[in-house]
């Protein structure tokens, strides 16, 4: 690859070397013209057109490689062949990517996007090069997150509107399977590991602007619930379950925590909390000699403590911004031990209730032995912290300041290094 003051109109290039507009270097788009010494260059993601110097301008591949087939005609006979020449053409593309061409066949998928082809695979092969996830030198996580969009946006079809509550999430069916798709219950299993992970690494540190990672968590759980559990059975890295279910309402309550959506983000916590329940119950009723792991071969717990956790956090944040409102309820529909009562409390005992739900939190997680139960001890001393300051209430500053130096001590010990400054901070407020 390398710089030209002769690129082709439709040809793929990288910017790099701006000054001014540091913010698009990295960024891939496609060259449309060429006018008063600079290219117009149209970026991929965020879409927008730039003025770009030659020189600013990194060559990925020369337009001569081959044309998307033709849209199909209406004629069943026609769109055989349509899928048969796709088909094709995909296979040219991994060619090219096999032979060291990874710059033709990011343009390939490109093109077939470009020009109306709605194939779940050419968005999810774009989704790995963009995201970085095979060391590949294409990495735009913007871009990215466009094509995992992408990709979804076609599994669930038209039907599914962005959810305002849990029961519209629950209740929402996407459309059937596109035409076409081989071993589709293998590639949604696929498609939801890459969305937890990717979301998880590389959307939500340091970003507000969230809602598109929640529209696509929301529409990968709804497909999820769709094909229900236990679909790609068989197979434990495609295989949907309660547990993967879990992952994604955990990472979806924390989309909307960081959105600012407390109501959304605790009625998806105690969605996922719920879920890992469900796996608990179903692995248990087996009955296994060995007790039950999750995927990741670790010790299976009845509860999804790290979202409780965060459901407690949200709510302890609520408390703070509403300077002893009422907190909104968490209920999803479902009996759930931490279920809020029904009645409204008085300001002044409503950080209480939140006091409440992490002693049952930190009580269940050494019920059941859980090895991160510090981050329990830790997250009910900075509740009570809290409550001295709300409710000028120090009864409690001996029991918050054990709870934050135990769990301080452990977390330590054992490496938690996030764990252990939150605990630090709040011991420093002692001294």
């Given at each position: 690859m390398s710089s030209t003051n002769d690129i082709q109109p439709g040809t793929y290039v990288r910017i790099r070397g701006l000054v001014s507009a540091?913010?698009?270097n990295g960024k891939i788009g496609i060259a449309k013209s060429f006018n008063k010494g600079r290219y117009s260059v149209e970026i991929l993601s965020p879409k927008k057109m730039l003025g770009v110097k030659p020189n600013n301008l990194e060559l990925l591949c020369s337009a001569n490689i081959p044309e998307p087939p033709e849209q199909p005609k209406s004629d069943d006979d026609d769109?055989?062949?349509?899928?048969?020449?796709?088909g094709e053409y995909m296979a040219t593309a991994r060619e090219a990517f096999d032979s060291g061409r990874a710059n033709e066949e990011v343009q390939m998928y490109e093109w077939?996007?470009?020009?109306?082809?709605?194939?779940?695979?050419?968005?999810?092969?774009?989704?790995?090069r963009y995201s970085g996830q095979d060391g590949s030198e294409y990495k735009d996580l913007d871009r990215a997150c466009d094509c995992l969009q992408g990709a979804v946006d076609l599994l669930a079809g038209p039907n599914l509107e962005h959810p305002t509550s849990v029961e519209q999430l629950m209740d929402q069916q996407p459309s059937s399977s596109p035409k076409h798709l081989t071993n589709y219950e293998h590639f949604l299993g696929i498609l939801i590991r890459l969305g937890i992970e990717f979301i998880a690494d590389h959307r939500v540190i340091g970003r507000r602007d969230l809602q598109p990672e929640a529209k696509v968590l929301s529409e990968l759980y709804q497909l999820a619930r769709h094909l229900g559990v236990d679909a790609g059975e068989g197979n434990p890295q495609y295989q949907i379950t309660h547990e993967i279910r879990s992952e994604l309402m955990h990472q979806l309550g924390n989309v909307y925590r960081k959105i600012?959506?407390?109501?959304?983000?605790?009625?998806c916590l105690n969605l996922s909390d719920l879920e890992a329940n469900a796996q608990y119950q179903k692995e248990t009723q087996q009955g296994q000699p060995e007790p039950p792991k999750d995927r990741f071969?670790?010790?299976l717990y009845p509860h999804n403590f790290e979202a409780l956790l965060l459901l407690v956090d949200v709510a302890n944040l609520e408390v703070s911004i509403a300077s002893g409102a009422p907190i909104t309820s968490i209920s999803s529909?479902?009996?759930h031990f931490l279920d809020p009562s029904s009645q409204t409390t008085p300001a002044t005992q409503t950080i209480q209730d939140v006091v409440e739900k992490a002693r049952k939190v930190l009580l269940r997680m050494e019920e059941c032995g859980y090895t991160k139960s510090y981050r329990g001890k830790i997250k009910l001393g900075q509740i009570l912290c809290n409550q001295m300051m709300i409710n000028?209430?120090?009864?409690?500053?001996?029991?918050?300041?054990?709870?934050l130096r135990e769990g301080e001590e452990q977390a330590r010990d054992v490496g938690d290094q996030a764990y252990s400054n939150q605990a630090s901070t709040m011991l420093e407020k002692f001294r």
């Open positions: 540091a913010q698009f769109e055989d062949r349509y899928y048969e020449a796709v077939m996007i470009e020009r109306g082809h709605d194939q779940p695979a050419a968005y999810v092969n774009l989704f790995f600012g959506d407390n109501n959304m983000a605790m009625e071969g670790d010790k529909g479902s009996q000028q209430d120090t009864s409690v500053a001996d029991e918050a300041y054990e709870l």
